[in-house]
C-alpha cells in the first residue's frame, strides 16, 4: 500500500496466496498489444468492467489471456451486455477475492475521485463487504487515494480504448 494509507487488518478468509496482479478497464471492445506486454508477467488481471461495448466481451478477454499469459476476472460495466439471448448472466456486477490476505472488490462503478459522493450501489457493497482494497473503473481517468481504512485504485480506460469522458 502506498504511504499514507492505512488500510485496515487483512482478514482472514480464503485466499489465493500471494500472486502479482494486474488491472484493466474500460477496453470497451479493443485489445491492445502493448497494454497486455505492460501485463505480461502477472499471473492475476483483474478487469473493473466495459471490456466489451454491448458485445464482444469474451473476445477481449481471451486475447489477453492469450497476450499477457494470466488468468482474468471481468465484472461488467455499463455498456456490457448483462445477459446472454438465454438470459443468464455473462458477466457479474461486482466480485469480492482475497489475495495475499486483501479483501479486493472488484466492480465498475465506484466515484470519480475523493471528494466525490460514491455511487448507491457502490455504498452498499462497500458496506456489506468491507474491503481493503477497490478496483473499479468508469471514468476513463486513472486515479488511487485511500479513505477510511480503504484503497481505491481506478487504472483509467486500456489502449485504444482511451477516450475522455
Given at each position: 500500500?502506498?504511504?499514507?494509507?492505512?488500510?485496515?487488518?487483512?482478514?482472514?478468509?480464503?485466499?489465493?496466496?500471494?500472486?502479482?496482479?494486474?488491472?484493466?478497464?474500460?477496453?470497451?471492445?479493443?485489445?491492445?498489444?502493448?497494454?497486455?506486454e505492460c501485463l505480461r508477467g502477472v499471473q492475476l488481471v483483474l478487469h473493473a468492467g466495459d471490456v466489451g461495448n454491448h458485445g464482444g466481451h469474451e473476445g477481449v478477454l481471451q486475447l489477453y489471456a492469450k497476450g499477457t499469459c494470466a488468468a482474468i476476472l471481468a465484472v461488467a460495466g455499463n455498456v456490457d451486455d448483462k445477459l446472454d439471448a438465454g438470459g443468464?448472466?455473462?458477466?457479474p456486477d461486482h466480485r469480492l477475492v482475497t489475495i495475499a490476505g486483501w479483501k479486493i472488490l472488484l466492480t465498475h462503478v465506484v466515484a470519480p475521485?475523493?471528494?466525490?459522493?460514491?455511487d448507491t450501489s457502490a455504498a452498499r457493497l462497500l458496506q456489506l463487504h468491507?474491503?481493503?482494497?477497490?478496483?473499479?473503473?468508469?471514468?476513463?481517468?486513472?486515479?488511487?487515494?485511500?479513505?477510511?481504512?480503504?484503497?481505491?485504485?481506478?487504472?483509467?480506460?486500456?489502449?485504444?480504448?482511451?477516450?475522455?469522458?
Open positions: 500500500m502506498g504511504t499514507g494509507c492505512h488500510c485496515r487488518s487483512r482478514n482472514k478468509l480464503v485466499d489465493i496466496g500471494p500472486v502479482k496482479v494486474g488491472l484493466l478497464s474500460d477496453t470497451h471492445g479493443a485489445y491492445d498489444p502493448v497494454a497486455a443468464h448472466q455473462m458477466l475521485g475523493p471528494q466525490a459522493k460514491v468491507q474491503p481493503d482494497i477497490v478496483v473499479f473503473g468508469h471514468s476513463h481517468k486513472a486515479t488511487s487515494w485511500c479513505e477510511g481504512g480503504v484503497h481505491y485504485i481506478n487504472p483509467g480506460s486500456a489502449g485504444e480504448a482511451l477516450v475522455p469522458l
